[in-house]
């Protein structure tokens, strides 16, 4: 049974960014107090060129970032494309008070121009409470996402992704990449980037005996993939942990960009 809303309590929308600069920070205020749920951003003019480079460096609450380590995450972790709703995998699960302010960076240009018929906007499903509870006493529900940022990969070459925890008690949860492998103009698929490693402060997360000989490869990884299970690290990390992602490029003609990032999951009593 569905419970009525009180008014202003249905979305919690941004400013939109119509200026084509980078990086810019668009904010949204919140009319009364409200539980946040999934979070989701739009670009009309995304293309595929964008998906390896535009990054989410910035997101804050009342001021307190709720990013757990120094690196941004892909935009394209956070566009309706994907299906992270069905799953409440995107679900921020923190309370904003009458007022206060949730913030945004985004970082990287966007091959489309951004303008007033090209926005970049951000939008919280919210519901109504009667409880609120200050970021900085919501415990583990502060680390909503631990980016690992972008990298240019070359041809036939490795590249790395590497972040450095920000604070303790992070449970790393779906771990979500992209790249602008599928790009106009070049002949190449997601399947030729293929990831060797996965490190966490030394120990390898991948199953393989020896991964570099039975890589994964980084299609499984996207937004679009559809396993709802097998993408969640499920591995404690604290302040100052190191992650590292080695990613090889089987493409020998053509560079390509990667991003990645991991949900993070309260952790469990």
């Known amino acids: 049974m569905s419970i009525q809303r009180n008014a202003q309590s249905f979305y919690l929308s941004s400013t939109l960014q119509t200026v084509n600069v980078t990086p810019f920070t668009i904010s949204a205020t919140s009319a ?10 739009q670009c009309g003019g995304l293309t595929e060129a964008d998906k390896g480079t535009v990054l989410i460096t910035s997101l804050t609450v009342s001021g307190q970032s709720i990013q757990a380590s120094n690196q941004g995450m892909p935009f394209t972790a956070f566009t309706p494309s994907n299906n992270y709703a069905i799953e409440g995998i995107n679900s921020i699960s923190l309370t904003i008070a009458t007022s206060q302010v949730f913030s945004a960076t985004v970082t990287g240009a966007f091959v489309n121009a951004l303008g007033v018929t090209n ?5 919280i499903s919210t519901e109504p409470t009667d409880i609120v509870v200050s970021p900085n006493e919501s ?11 972008s990298t240019a990969i070359p041809a036939g070459g ?7 925890c920000l604070r303790d008690d992070v449970f790393l949860g779906r771990l979500v990449m992209d ?25 390898e997360l991948l199953s393989s005996v020896t991964p570099a000989n039975a890589p994964l490869l980084l299609s499984q990884l996207t937004p679009q993939s559809n396993d709802k299970t097998g993408l969640q690290a499920n591995y404690f990390v604290k302040q100052n942990s190191q992650i590292i992602i080695t990613i090889a490029n089987a493409d020998p003609v053509n560079i390509h960009n990667v991003c990645g990032g991991f949900y993070c999951k309260p952790i469990p009593n």
């Open 139 to 149: 415990g583990s529900l502060l680390s909503y996402c631990f980016g690992m940022g």
């Open 158 to 164: 490795t590249a790395q992704l590497q972040a450095t």
């Open 179 to 203: 790249t602008d492998s599928l790009r106009v103009g070049v002949l190449a698929n997601q399947e030729c980037l293929q990831i060797t490693s996965i490190l966490v402060d030394g120990i």
């Open 32 to 41: 009364l107090d409200l539980l946040m749920d999934s979070l989701y951003f």
């Open 119 to 123: 926005p970049v906007g951000f939008a």
